[in-house]
């Protein structure tokens, strides 16, 4: 068990060339999943490494429960690492492979023979590679060695695990089964968990809570349901959700908004003054995500906008739209009962409530709406 | 404009290994059609043989019902897209598009004029001049895309041709991929493993499965009436439920019975039950959609323990352990909340469906 703190960590390769983290913080706590999601190249791979002492800091601290690890090997921080590259032994069998976290020489708490070995036969059946404890890792598909990366991190009891997109990898459904296993050995374990990925659905499924990282710095820390319900800025806003909330061009005007390349837009008049005295200049970025975009007749009276149906996406019971108008392509998300045609004219609705704003300088999320 | 169909194919590797067992269907002339499955499935080796690429072991493979089998690739006008894009590294955009031609002869005015119209068409008129190394994923996939349609192919062929990219990225091409064809009005056939690719963008899908042809059909029939438990678990995210059950008769009415659950069957499965010669062993399959949790147990409620809660944004998916032990998939809002191991009632809602054990046929189709 351990709560883990990071502190103002920064790292760069190739003497200055890549920036690979410009000042990260957040804190892990005991006992939780986190997950620090971010698009490739991001720096999760490299938050993943300093944390678990593969890589030495270039500036900043990492804690343990408080105490400081930031000089301490890897193998006394008594963490399990998943990698995203597997790093599986070559010579050695899936089997000895899961064993030797257990049976590792210096290790001080090695596990008698038989625990150890029903213990790999254990976390090989729940990750659905029982049948290949025998076989070597070029025998394997890329799916099975990541989930034998993804046994040996898991064989142990560590403080924590520290998995680096431990199944992007598997095939759609393998991922799915796999990611609903993974949170319910860790809610059954209760081991600190950090868990990176570039899939937003991912770290909404399995976070506690999360972090979003882009190019080095992390972007917003909370619970996913507080990310996904108030974006901070218009990063978040289009990274979080699927498909990524709309991101609409608007200027304020007496009672509300005139979109840009569309209708009007009509604020309450606490709104309309909240943005006006928020923003330096009279535009603003308006979110709205497509689940809570509406489709009504092109005559309906009170329309955002007017638009036509460039492509259709049906998925079993929902469907996504695709719509143009002259300046601007937006989609829609709603029930497949009744699919419009391609090229059809329709007016849309949505409502303030609904919307999130951004100034359109900064990009920054506006408060207080 | 043509139509493509496969009558009875088979291919069979070193004349043991079945790779494509007995497949026949029928595109129409300007259909998107995916041939979706697993790895291994046969998809690959279809369209190859489709191609020319590989010999057809027995069967006939027919373009607006003239026989193929003996045509060499390059007589039988159709064009490829590859996952790889198999671009030539050494030639500009320009010369990748227009090799086709050039090879057969066709005079410079008529290649300069196709070339342009390709670019053109796909929006990268603006990279003709550049080399191929220094373009982007997506360019180069456009640039593999223009080499393929310049000769106005009578089919176009494409074998996974995004399942490389990541999430976003693919989100995007599937739009652009169907938006394409439909200007081009090009008949396609386009392999996936992807059921979300062969959902939104094909008119029709053949679902296969370890060299034999599941089904064809709809995005929505694939979906709403599978034709067999594979295809029932295969597509549709997240999967459809299953679980072993006996069909009995108890006054009059079938009913479902398990460890996990008793509920009663539809009309229209009843009515297939009756003349119904096989054993009542089957395999229930029901959507996650299709159940949901209710506050009370009633007498067709099934009560489960909460295993795991997902949220996802805008709903969460709930998994449950059936009394018998069956881990169920249920979708439910997104402000559910539930604690682990906790009791909860579920009603099974149609469309519900029952697979022959052995065959794995949906009831309806036997």
């Known amino acids: ?43 999760k791979t490299t938050t993943i490494k300093l944390i678990g002492g593969v890589e030495a800091v270039d500036k900043g601290e990492i804690f343990f429960d408080g105490k ?101 990898h598997l095939d759609a459904k393998l991922r799915h089964r796999m990611r609903g296993e993974l949170k319910r050995i860790q809610i059954e374990l209760g081991i600190t968990t950090l868990y990176t990925t570039p899939d937003q659905l991912e770290a909404l499924s399995l976070a506690d809570e999360m972090a979003v990282i882009n190019q080095g710095i992390i972007e917003q820390i909370g619970t996913p349901e507080s990310i996904y319900k108030f974006p901070k800025n218009v990063f978040i806003a289009g990274f979080i959700g699927d498909p990524p909330m709309n991101i609409l061009k608007a200027n304020i005007i007496e009672n509300g908004l005139k979109l840009e390349g569309m209708g009007i837009l009509s604020l309450p008049e606490k709104q309309n003054n909240a943005l006006s005295t928020n923003l330096s200049e009279s535009s603003v970025l308006v979110g709205i995500r ?46 497949s009962e009744v699919v419009p045609s391609h090229g059809e004219q329709v007016g849309i609705t949505f409502d303030a409530v609904d919307c999130h704003f951004f100034d359109p300088k900064t990009q920054i999320r506006v408060e207080g709406l | 404009m043509t139509t493509l169909k496969l009558e009875n194919v088979w291919k069979l590797y070193d004349d043991k290994v079945i790779a494509v067992e007995d497949v026949s269907f029928t595109c129409n002339d300007g259909e998107f059609f995916a041939l979706l499955g697993p790895s291994g499935c046969g998809k690959s080796s279809t369209l190859r043989m489709i191609a020319g690429l590989e010999k057809i072991t027995r069967g006939k493979i027919l373009f607006d019902d003239i026989l193929v089998n003996e045509l060499e690739p390059r007589d039988r006008n159709i064009a490829m897209v590859f996952e790889t894009y198999a671009l030539y590294p050494y030639l500009n955009v320009y010369e990748n598009i227009g090799f086709p031609l050039r090879i057969r002869g066709v005079p410079r005015k008529e290649i300069d004029k196709k070339v ?50 990541e999430a976003r990225q693919r989100a995007r091409m599937r739009e652009e991929l169907v938006v394409l064809q439909e200007r081009l009005t090009t008949t396609t056939i386009y392999v996936t493993h992807d059921q979300i690719e062969a959902m939104t963008m094909a008119n029709r899908i053949a679902v296969m499965n370890l060299g034999k042809l599941q089904q064809v059909g709809t995005p929505k029939e694939v979906y709403s009436v599978p034709r067999t438990e594979f295809v029932g678990g ?129 009831l309806v189709y036997l």
């Open chain 1, 290 to 335: 497509p689940k809570d975009i509406n489709l009504v007749s092109p005559d309906h009276k009170d329309l955002q906008a007017k638009a036509q149906v460039r492509n259709t996406q049906v998925l079993g019971e929902t469907m996504v739209i695709t719509m143009i108008t002259d300046l601007i392509e937006f989609h829609v998300k709603m029930s």
């Open chain 2, 116 to 165: 342009k119209w390709a670019a053109d068409f796909l929006g990268i008129t603006d990279l003709l001049s550049m080399k191929v190394r220094g373009l982007s994923g997506g360019q180069m996939q456009s640039v593999g895309i223009g080499r393929a349609i310049v000769r106005e192919p009578s089919i176009l062929l494409m074998d996974e041709p995004i399942s490389h990219l």
């Open chain 1, 68 to 168: 400081a690890v930031t000089d301490i090997l890897p193998m006394e921080r008594d963490i399990a690492i998943a990698f995203e590259t597997y790093a599986l032994y070559p010579q050695r069998t899936v089997r000895e492979n899961l064993l030797f976290p257990l049976q590792a020489p210096f290790r001080k708490e090695n596990w008698p023979v038989e625990k150890a070995e029903k213990r790999a036969v254990e976390i090989a059946e729940l990750l659905g590679i029982g049948e290949l404890l025998d076989r070597l890792p070029q025998q394997l598909s890329g799916g099975q060695r990541q989930r034998v990366a993804l046994g040996r991190a898991l064989v142990r009891n560590p403080k924590a695990y520290l998995l680096d997109e431990p199944i992007a």
């Open chain 2, 234 to 362: 295969f597509i549709g995210e997240p999967p459809m439920n299953f679980a072993n059950c006996e069909l009995v008769r108890e006054n009059g009415k079938f009913q479902a019975l398990s460890d996990s659950f008793r509920i009663n069957v539809s009309e229209e499965i009843s009515a297939c039950l009756q003349d119904y010669k096989g054993d009542n062993q089957f395999r229930l399959g029901i959507r996650p959609e299709s159940i949901r949790v209710v506050p009370e147990a009633t007498s067709e409620s099934t009560t489960a323990s909460v295993y795991v809660l997902e949220p996802q944004g805008e709903r969460t998916i709930l998994s449950v352990k059936l009394t018998g032990g069956e881990l169920f998939l249920v979708e439910v809002g997104p402000d559910f909340h539930a604690e682990v191991d906790q009791s909860v009632n579920l009603e099974f809602r149609e469309p519900i469906h029952f697979f022959e054990k052995d065959s794995g046929l949906n």
């Open chain 1, 1 to 43: 068990m351990a709560k883990i703190e990071v502190k103002n960590i920064q790292k760069e390769y190739k003497g200055g060339q890549v920036n690979a983290l410009k000042d990260v913080s957040f804190e892990c706590a005991d006992g939780k999943f986190f997950c620090l999601l971010g698009p490739a190249g991001a720096g």
